[in-house]
């Protein structure tokens, strides 16, 4: 089902998408690529495709290395952010996960392009948009976006 000539993961749910036309849902979809048992990459495995979405798996993160204080983002983390989102030609913004008065609310990372978020770096799970919200066409996407994703869940 998948591209053998696809490089890397991102790719092949890319091409799996565009390739099985309108005929299957997001749903179904996932399920047949969760069957295909994809390989994981630079530590991520592929949980669903939703709505232009792929969703990652994230290997076991360290909370306190997140959210040091009061729910912020951790500075050494902020830092690579910010350098992986420059590199790639997006802006970096810190929405917080949770908006209840009163509460800490813990924070993730959104990299976005045009106006569209793009990758949605959580401590949980990682979320990279394969397809334009609003053309359905395939993003350009860097072909080591993994890989530099990955560093933010190595420290």
Request: hydrophobic share 40%; with cysteine; proline share 7%.
């Amino acid at each position: 089902m998948t591209d053998a000539t696809a490089l890397n993961l991102l790719e092949k749910v890319s091409s799996v998408r565009a390739t099985m036309g309108d005929g299957l849902n997001d749903e179904e979809l996932t399920l047949l690529m969760r069957q295909e048992a994809l390989p994981s990459e630079a530590g991520f495995t592929f949980v669903a495709l939703c709505d232009g979405w792929a969703t990652f798996r994230v290997p076991p993160q360290d909370p306190a290395n997140w959210y040091p204080e009061k729910g912020w983002i951790a500075p050494k983390k902020e830092v690579f952010a910010k350098a992986i989102a420059q590199k790639c030609g997006y802006s970096l913004g810190e929405p917080p996960d949770e908006r209840h008065l009163g509460s800490v609310a813990h924070h993730h990372l959104e990299m976005s392009r045009q106006g569209q978020v793009v990758v949605i770096a959580h401590p949980r799970y990682l979320k990279v948009r394969l397809f334009d919200a609003w053309t359905k066409r395939q993003l350009s996407l860097p072909p080591d976006i993994l890989e530099q994703l990955a560093t933010l869940y190595r420290m």
